[in-house]
Each structure stands twice: as C-alpha cells, then as structure tokens.
C-alpha cells in the first residue's frame, strides 16, 4: 500500500471517529428515558462483550495476555490503567447526564478545551514548557471561559469536569503504554463486575429500562458498539497519519455537537456563548498553527500514540 492510500485510509478512519463522537448526543438522546447510571452500566457491560468478540475474531489472545504479564509487573503503569478507567467511566456518565440535561453545547465546550488541558498537564506532570503560540492558545481559552463565568454568574462544571476527566484520562494512558484493543478490552474488563452487579440489583428490584425486545433495549445493546468502534477507528488513523492532520480534524465532533445542541435541539446560543467559543476558537486556532510549525521543524512528522479516547 502505496504513501498516498495509506494517508486515506488514516483520514477516512480519523473522520469515521470523529464524526461518531460528534453525533453520539442524538444517541444518548435516544435513551433519555433511562438513567444515566444504567445507561453507563450497559455501555460498559457491551462493551466489554464486543470488545471480547473483537479479541477472539482478531486472534489477539496471545498478545493481550503478553500485555497484561508486562502490566502486572509495572505497579506504575497498573495503577495508570485502573485510574483512567474510573477516569473514563466518570467522563462517559457526565457526558450523557449532561446531553439528557439539555446541555449539549456545554460538552461541545468542553472537548473543545480539552486538548488545552493536556497542555496544562504536560507543563504540571512532565515540565514542559509552553510555546509562544500554546501560551497564546491557553491564555485566549482561560479569558474565553472567564468571560462566560462573569456574564452567566455560573461556573461551566459540566465542561470543565469533561475537559479535565478526558485530559487526565490521556495522562493515564501515556503512563499505561498499551495497544488500543487491548486498553479498551482492560478498561472495561476492570468496571464491568460493578456494573453487572448494579444491573442484576436493578433487574431484581424490578427497575430496570431493559425489557424484552424493545426499541431502548436494542439502543442499550447498541451501546456497548457507538462506544468501542471510534476508538478502534481512532487508533488505527493514529498509525497513518500526522498530528497536525488529526490535530485539525479532532474539533469536528464538538463541531458537530455544538450544531446539533443548536439547531437539532434548540438549546440556546446567545451572545455571551458567541464571545467565548470565539475566543476559545482562535486559541485553538494559534494552538494549531503552532503544532504546524513545531512539527514542520521536526525532521520527521511526530505521530500520535495509539491511545484511545
């Protein structure tokens, strides 16, 4: 496979990904009857039952048990793994609490600033040092969320709590250096007797939403498929593609939500939002002019790690 496919294969694989996070609100939407909590525990419960499949079909036994004798003699990289599994667990149950509030423009926000956070973390845990156009970036963001606090009187708890959930579940995964089917696969692994032990309570106290062959039961299925797929896809753009490249293409999903949240569910978009998402885009924007003129200084094209989102 020549340079060129592989660079398709890589964008159509990075656009699947982000455009399926960019559209998951009208799926959550989808089960706004259900609690937030069940929801979460069937996400997780299918989706270790798919990625098991994913395992079995790709014959990746052999490898994944390799990974997990290495993990358990790294405490470090074990305890990584188990952190930015409550991590992400926290962040999945947020993101659909927030989307069945009617928020969905507040996620937008927060994965819009969640690469921002990285950059803070990075400076916190690895003292790196920010960048003429990262500090610009920060600073543009900071004055973008500032705004809205002053005008609004109310912190954005359900962006800021996705933004740094996300951003520390990144750190997590740079520490606990795994291949993606088999993080996910771990990851869900870890959580899923909780949440089968809340969906057996649940079930025989006569509460739960799963019933039968029924519209919300397939959804609930389903769950445990919208949520491993783009990270697969995440994952395998990750090999043929640059940063920049995904660096650009990553803010079309809270594109997306921020379109949906406004035209598909009429949340509001007033003039106050107008000023800080615009001061939040233009630090992503000097953000991802700065990553182009790193990485074009770089003698070859840095690549973002197989980490899953």
């Not at 969906?199 to 939403?209: D, E, P, R, V």
């Not at 029924?214 to 919208?226: K, P, R």
């Not at 939500?257 to 569910?265: A, M, N, V």
Request: aromatic share 12%.
């Amino acid at each position: 496979m020549g340079q060129n496919d592989n660079f398709k294969k890589g964008f159509a694989s990075a656009l699947g990904a982000y455009m399926l996070w960019g559209i998951l609100p009208i799926y959550w939407k989808l089960v706004g009857n259900v609690p937030a909590k069940e929801i979460i525990a069937h996400r997780i419960f299918w989706s270790l039952v798919f990625m098991l499949a994913v395992v079995l079909i790709t014959n990746r036994k052999q490898q994944m048990h390799t990974e997990l004798l290495q993990l358990l003699k790294k405490p470090a990289s074990l305890l990584a793994l188990v952190a930015g599994t409550v991590l992400i667990t926290l962040n999945w149950f947020i993101f659909i609490w927030a989307v069945n509030e009617n928020r969905v423009i507040e996620t937008s926000l927060g994965y819009y600033i969640s690469p921002l956070v990285s950059i803070l973390l990075g400076i916190i845990v690895y003292k790196e040092r920010l960048s003429w156009g990262q500090g610009i970036a920060v600073s543009l963001a900071a004055a973008g969320m500032l705004y809205m606090i002053m005008h609004f009187g109310s912190v954005p708890w359900f962006a800021i709590s996705l933004a740094i959930s996300f951003g520390l579940y990144g750190l997590c995964k740079k520490i606990a250096v795994l291949t993606p089917i088999t993080s996910i696969t771990l990851e869900t692994l870890i959580v899923a007797p909780f949440a089968l032990l809340y969906l057996s309570y649940i079930h025989f106290q006569g509460m739960t939403s799963f019933e039968g062959l029924s519209l919300t039961s397939a959804l609930l299925v389903g769950s445990g498929i919208v949520t491993p797929i783009p990270l697969l896809l995440f994952a395998n753009s990750a090999n043929y593609l640059p940063l920049t490249i995904i660096g650009f293409v990553q803010y079309l999903a809270p594109t997306i939500s921020l379109l949906i949240g406004i035209f598909l569910y009429n949340e509001a978009f007033t003039a106050i939002h107008s000023v800080s998402f615009g001061l939040i885009w233009a630090g992503l924007f000097v953000f991802s002019l700065s990553s182009i003129r790193f990485s074009g200084q770089e003698k070859r094209v840095p690549m973002l790690s197989k980490d899953s989102r």
